[in-house]
């Protein structure tokens, strides 16, 4: 009778723990291979978060000393993939281990700029985020290169200098799009344009957008691509520095364009789909969703709306056929994108907060490092947690995998994790 019982508790134990791995995703290696996520939306699946921060619910794993960067972690199975400048003159790619932090490879190339006056408390260091495809990593270097590597080991694949490739001049502030993979292909606003690429080669195959003339104002680009079908129609939305437009992937072929009022050509959000609809935002300006229609032989584009909301560098999340966005004035805003007006406004936070949502959570790192905790409310707005998780600035997009999140501080990178209080179970 007494094994009997032995077995049964041993069976409740086992499928408490289970419950319990599963509760914070403990149960897969999820990873976070681009820019803004998985699927390049800042939105993630797997169990519930937890409804607070404290630090019963998250913990610091390990943290790793590394010189400044503005380039999000990107987190495959195993290995944590960073950037880093070193002395305003090297530039540093790292893999370190996901379970410890230990360094498994590092690689280095001669890569700076000095970038305007105005933009130098921002430094000069690297801040394109990396891709990665499961074999190859691929880092967008300051001094407009791109870089394959090899993921195990670091090996240089190719590389290409854009500005010896078109004879264009370096951008004023680096190269800061972050590319983007799809099947062979990968795109990313580079060398004055928007260019596609063959990931195995480097080979170009499109070039498109073309502004070879650069300069302060006009030169490079902020925003980083997404691929959506829109229309009914499978595009590359890319938004430079002064229009949003519509590609074929295929081609380069000019969909539609549209020109999005920009101050200093500031326009740096990823633009982000809603159904046939995609919004932007730029500083000092506007909030606009530009409705996109196909006709017998062209697509047209339309203002479905403007909004006051001027954004920043937070790209929004969507939830529920709202926008969630951190703006240039410190403040979060909920806009409705059936209608354009905005449900409620916060109080100030940060001067730029990176957003990831799940279900109806988000969760926002400011430049402070202060992590929030935001429930995905359209009626008000409702911070459940946060948690003061860097003495430096943090910049960089938050990375979340499974159960870990990554945050790289300015100088250094650092792993946290959700963790189960004692006598506690998370629910989905």
Same mark, same amino acid.
């Given at each position: 009778m007494f094994r009997i019982v032995q077995l049964v508790a041993l069976a409740i134990a086992v499928y408490l723990a289970g419950r319990e791995a599963a509760a914070? %995703?403990?149960?897969? *290696? @999820?990873?976070w291979s681009q820019w803004r996520g998985p699927n390049r939306d800042g939105q993630i699946t797997g169990a519930a978060w937890p409804d607070r921060l404290t630090d019963n619910y998250l913990e610091q794993t390990w943290r790793i000393p590394l010189a400044p960067?503005?380039?999000?972690? !990107?987190?495959?199975?195993?290995?944590?993939?960073?950037?880093?400048?070193?002395? *305003?003159?090297?530039e540093i790619v790292r893999a370190l281990s996901r379970a410890t932090g230990k360094e498994l490879w590092k690689v280095e190339w001669p890569?700076? !700029?000095?970038v305007p006056f105005f933009a130098k408390r921002s430094g000069d260091w690297i801040r394109a985020t990396p891709a990665f495809d499961g074999k190859s990593l691929y880092v967008a270097g300051m001094r407009d290169v791109l870089v394959s590597l090899e993921a195990k080991t670091g090996k240089e694949q190719w590389r290409?200098?854009?500005?010896?490739?078109?004879?264009?001049? #370096?951008?004023?502030?680096?190269l800061v799009c972050s590319p983007l993979l799809d099947g062979n292909a990968l795109y990313i606003q580079a060398g004055n344009a928007a260019v596609k690429l063959d990931k195995r080669t480097g080979k170009v195959l499109w070039r498109a957008l073309n502004n070879d003339q650069g300069g302060m104002m006009? %030169?490079?680009?902020?925003?980083?691509p997404v691929l959506a079908t829109v229309a009914g129609r499978k595009q590359l939305l890319v938004q430079t520095r002064e229009q949003l437009a519509g590609l074929d992937p295929e081609t380069g072929k000019q969909l539609w364009i549209q020109n999005v009022p920009s101050f200093r050509g500031m326009n740096i959000l990823t633009p982000v789909v809603f159904g046939d609809t995609i919004f932007t935002s730029s500083y000092q300006n506007?909030?606009? #969703?530009? $409705?996109?229609?196909? %006709?017998?032989?062209?697509?047209?584009?339309?203002?479905?709306?403007?909004?006051?909301?001027?954004?920043?560098?937070?790209?929004?999340?969507? !939830?529920?056929?709202?926008a969630y966005l951190h703006m240039?004035? @410190? $403040?979060?805003?909920?806009?409705?994108l059936q209608t354009g007006e905005r449900t409620w406004t916060s109080k100030p936070f940060g001067k730029y907060a990176s957003l990831v949502a799940q279900r109806d959570r988000i969760l926002a790192l400011d430049e402070r490092g202060v992590l929030l #905790? !935001?429930?995905?409310?359209?009626?008000?707005?409702? #911070?459940?947690?946060?948690?003061?998780?860097?003495?430096?600035e943090t910049w960089a997009h938050l990375a979340i995998a499974g159960d870990e999140l990554f945050i790289r501080e300015l100088n250094a990178v650092v792993a946290w994790r959700w963790r189960t209080p004692k006598g506690q179970l998370g629910t989905n």
């Amino acid at each position: 009778m007494f094994r009997i019982v032995q077995l049964v508790a041993l069976a409740i134990a086992v499928y408490l723990a289970g419950r319990e791995a599963a509760a914070f %995703g403990l149960e897969s *290696k @999820q990873e976070w291979s681009q820019w803004r996520g998985p699927n390049r939306d800042g939105q993630i699946t797997g169990a519930a978060w937890p409804d607070r921060l404290t630090d019963n619910y998250l913990e610091q794993t390990w943290r790793i000393p590394l010189a400044p960067s503005y380039s999000g972690p !990107i987190v495959s199975a195993e290995v944590v993939f960073v950037t880093e400048t070193k002395d *305003k003159s090297t530039e540093i790619v790292r893999a370190l281990s996901r379970a410890t932090g230990k360094e498994l490879w590092k690689v280095e190339w001669p890569g700076a !700029i000095s970038v305007p006056f105005f933009a130098k408390r921002s430094g000069d260091w690297i801040r394109a985020t990396p891709a990665f495809d499961g074999k190859s990593l691929y880092v967008a270097g300051m001094r407009d290169v791109l870089v394959s590597l090899e993921a195990k080991t670091g090996k240089e694949q190719w590389r290409l200098d854009f500005t010896k490739e078109f004879s264009t001049s #370096l951008p004023e502030f680096g190269l800061v799009c972050s590319p983007l993979l799809d099947g062979n292909a990968l795109y990313i606003q580079a060398g004055n344009a928007a260019v596609k690429l063959d990931k195995r080669t480097g080979k170009v195959l499109w070039r498109a957008l073309n502004n070879d003339q650069g300069g302060m104002m006009s %030169g490079g680009a902020f925003s980083s691509p997404v691929l959506a079908t829109v229309a009914g129609r499978k595009q590359l939305l890319v938004q430079t520095r002064e229009q949003l437009a519509g590609l074929d992937p295929e081609t380069g072929k000019q969909l539609w364009i549209q020109n999005v009022p920009s101050f200093r050509g500031m326009n740096i959000l990823t633009p982000v789909v809603f159904g046939d609809t995609i919004f932007t935002s730029s500083y000092q300006n506007k909030s606009w #969703l530009y $409705r996109i229609n196909k %006709g017998a032989a062209e697509f047209t584009v339309s203002q479905a709306w403007e909004n006051n909301a001027q954004g920043y560098m937070s790209t929004p999340v969507m !939830i529920d056929g709202h926008a969630y966005l951190h703006m240039g004035n @410190q $403040r979060f805003t909920c806009i409705n994108l059936q209608t354009g007006e905005r449900t409620w406004t916060s109080k100030p936070f940060g001067k730029y907060a990176s957003l990831v949502a799940q279900r109806d959570r988000i969760l926002a790192l400011d430049e402070r490092g202060v992590l929030l #905790l !935001i429930k995905a409310n359209p009626k008000e707005f409702e #911070l459940l947690s946060e948690k003061q998780v860097s003495e430096e600035e943090t910049w960089a997009h938050l990375a979340i995998a499974g159960d870990e999140l990554f945050i790289r501080e300015l100088n250094a990178v650092v792993a946290w994790r959700w963790r189960t209080p004692k006598g506690q179970l998370g629910t989905n």
